[in-house]
Nanobody, 122 residues
Framework: QLQLVESGGGLVQPGGSLRLSCAASGFTLDYVAIGWFRQAPGKEREGVSCISSSDGRTYYVDSVKGRFTISRDNAKKMVYLQMNSLKPEDTAVYYC???????????????WGQGTQVTVSS
């Protein structure tokens, strides 16, 4: 059974850091792209970052460039999102998703995790 499970969310003060993890099971991570998305209360889901399967190419939405870093460890079937210099506007439920292409278009992803809450507040 193909499954994605996020972890690492929590409450952090502005300027702090968190590392989100996405654990994959039931499939080989080597051949899929992974995207990170977030959804804040009352807002639409937003693509944050993605990483390709073939060459590890990455993409970030402008609002997180220079602060977030996506990485993958195919052997461990893990994808990470390192989030630094967090801001209150980063508060959201964060989801990882698996698909064929590295894009921040959510419609391109067939498999989704259950999400992990990130709250940035003093």
């Amino acid at each position: 059974q193909l499954q994605l499970v996020e972890s690492g969310g929590g409450l952090v003060q502005p300027g702090g850091s968190l590392r989100l993890s996405c654990a994959a099971s039931g499939f080989t991570l080597d051949y899929v792209a992974i995207g990170w998305f977030r959804q804040a209360p009352g807002k639409e889901r937003e693509g944050v970052s993605c990483i390709s399967s073939s060459d590890g190419r990455t993409y970030y939405v402008d609002s997180v460039k220079g602060r977030f870093t996506i990485s993958r460890d195919n052997a461990k079937k893990m994808v990470y999102l390192q989030m630094n210099s967090l801001k209150p506007e980063d508060t959201a439920v964060y989801y990882c998703a698996a698909g064929d292409y590295a894009t921040i278009n959510a419609d391109s992803y067939a498999y989704w995790g259950q999400g992990t809450q990130v709250t940035v507040s003093s």
